[in-house]
């Protein structure tokens, strides 16, 4: 017996340790346990448009205080942006202000992803006159801007608010943009239209101060169809047919991704359509108070979800917030492919709506222009974009859609794609992204390019959708895990013992029928010059071996 294990026998049994609070508001945990919290407790985030307008548009980059630099400005939709020329073997190395440019990322908050004409063509101008041109379509139905400069944003408020558009709690640790079914109300196949509902939570939560210091981010989607990836936010409502109320919505909490993925957990209750905006408020209300706030990589919805289980959160919900009882309900049906709304479908009023894939998301100024002046063109003068990168342009009459859809392929916006168009997405990657390790657009548009010309031998066996998403960096801009190829941007060796930039590879993940994560194989790396040999192997693999009808997932 060892003298220490002997010590340990004779001493006097050591006290359990007492559990360490988590923060949380509603158990009296008032004082800020870490730096972000402090920062919001000292001046509540929304307050930092008067500096930006009235302080830093006129002294310049230098004059901003750090502490809404790298904070209160993500509550208006801003983020400085990775400064060029570091590589990605250095992130890790520098300080986070290192790595600041003086320029910005912006993103303009679209809730349910819908613009008019009107509102595009003004968002293509402000990025031809402010942004360099730049626009990135979000798996998020956000559009995201680049090389933004402080001194130029009062002027791009007042474009963007003058055509009914915010930028307003776009990020930061707020209620960010709401999902919605980009073809809401006008689906043949749609349940119910959510879209009143997301009017409603806007109107109620958006920009009020009670609801702007969260633990986290909070994201959420409504929405009449499975279309808006339900299983993964922190609450999302998907429509459902109650046997004996009708329409409705299904509720589903705690739900995330990034580096401990889960999925969200049904309440077991339905949600009339008029009562979506009172459940949504009763969740960021249990999720404000008794949040974590003491770690931040603990601070998300899922892990209380976690850790209360479905049953005592909506028993929570239902005491506290919202005085009643929710009814119970069924769950939703699940499409056995997921919606991505492109091509040319049938409208329920006899119109039509074109979806068009753009590479990765990745458009620009112009191209979002011609986009409006192409719709209006086409009869139309609605366009949405969805969580899969891709825009869709409403309400096209029938005689309309063929000249749509040439003008559209024109833009670079093809509404016949390959399926490798359809099913890449990337992050934004070491381009502009400060924690990125690895460069993602132009990787996955290299990628979508080949294979493109070298898999047309067997895209007659390609007959489901196979999706390929491409993160920079341990967190899932890109929702790695639900793919059935996701890559996580990572440094690897490569074959002559070299440190380069790669991917750590994730097969078999999916939403919907397939709703799961993908399997992390340990060991199964592939460098970002490899990639496009390594899909077209799995690719391949997969078409010569599977069953009949088998789906990658
Ligand atoms: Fe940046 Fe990482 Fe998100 Fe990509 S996944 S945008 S690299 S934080």
């Known amino acids: 017996m060892s003298p220490t294990t002997t010590e340990s026998t004779t001493s006097t049994p050591a006290r359990p340790k007492a559990r360490r609070g988590e923060g949380q508001w509603a ?24 500096r930006i307008v009235n302080i830093y548009a006129h002294g310049g980059f230098d004059s901003i205080d750090p502490g809404d630099l790298r904070g209160r400005f993500r509550w208006y939709g801003l983020y400085t942006q990775r400064k060029p020329g570091i590589d990605s073997g250095r992130t890790a190395t520098l300080e986070p202000e290192e790595l600041d440019d003086e320029y910005f990322m912006l993103r303009i908050r679209i809730d349910g992803g819908a613009v008019t004409t009107q509102q595009l063509a003004v968002i293509g101008e402000v990025s031809q006159t402010y942004a360099r041109d730049t626009a990135d379509i979000t798996d998020r139905q956000n559009i995201q801007y680049h090389w933004i400069r402080v001194e130029d944003m009062p002027t791009i408020w007042n474009k963007l608010e003058s055509a009914g558009l915010t ?8 209620p960010r943009v709401i999902l919605g079914s980009p073809v809401a109300g006008i689906a043949e196949e749609e349940i119910i239209d959510g879209t009143p509902a997301i009017e409603e939570i806007k109107r109620r939560f958006i920009g009020d101060k009670a609801f702007s210091n969260l633990p986290r981010k909070f994201k959420s989607a409504v929405s009449g169809l499975p279309d808006v990836a339900h299983e993964i936010h922190d609450v999302a409502f998907v429509g459902v047919n109650h046997p004996e109320h009708g329409p409705g919505f299904d509720v589903w909490v705690g739900g995330g991704l990034s580096t401990n993925p889960m999925i969200g957990q049904r309440l077991g209750a339905w949600v009339p359509l008029d009562e979506v905006a009172d459940v949504y408020g009763a969740v960021i209300s249990v999720f404000r108070d008794y949040g974590y706030r003491r770690l931040r990589h603990r601070a998300r919805i899922k892990f209380l979800v976690k850790d209360w289980g479905a049953a005592k959160f909506r028993e929570v919900m239902e005491e506290k917030y919202l005085n009643r009882k929710m009814i119970d309900g069924p769950a939703p049906e699940v499409p056995a492919v997921p919606y991505d709304h492109v091509g040319v479908h049938k409208q329920k009023d006899g119109k039509f709506y074109v979806g ?42 029938e005689d309309e859609v063929a000249a749509l859809q040439t003008e559209l392929a024109k833009l670079g916006l093809q509404t016949e794609p390959s399926v490798w168009r359809r099913g890449v997405m990337a992050c934004t990657g070491i381009e502009f992204c400060k924690l990125a390790i690895v460069n993602t657009k132009d990787r996955a548009m290299d990628l979508v390019a080949k294979l493109e010309t070298r898999l047309t031998d067997i895209t007659d066996g390609i007959t489901a959708p196979i999706s390929v998403h491409i993160n920079g960096c341990p967190n899932s801009c890109a929702r790695i895990q639900t793919a059935d190829i996701g890559l996580k941007g990572q440094i690897v060796t490569d074959d002559d013992g070299a440190q380069v930039e790669g991917f750590q590879v994730h097969l078999g ?18 460098t970002a010059t490899e990639l496009p040999d390594y899909v077209e192997r799995v690719v391949r693999n997969f078409v010569a071996k599977r069953e009949q009808d088998e789906r990658f997932a």
Do not use: I, W
């Open 509 to 526: 993940g999916g939403l919907g029928l397939d709703a799961g994560f993908g399997r992390k194989l340990r060991g199964h790396k592939v």
């Open 356 to 397: 068009a894939a753009p590479v990765v998301g990745r458009v620009s100024g112009s191209v979002l222009v011609e986009v409006a002046k192409a719709a209006e063109r086409a009869g139309s003068n609605r366009v949405t974009f969805t969580p899969q990168q891709k825009l869709v342009v409403l309400d096209v009459p």
């Open 167 to 174: 930028t307003m709690e776009a990020c930061g640790d707020s």
């Open 27 to 50: 158990l009296g945990y008032r004082e800020p346990l870490n730096p972000n919290e402090r920062a919001k407790k000292d001046d509540n985030p929304l307050h930092v448009r008067d």
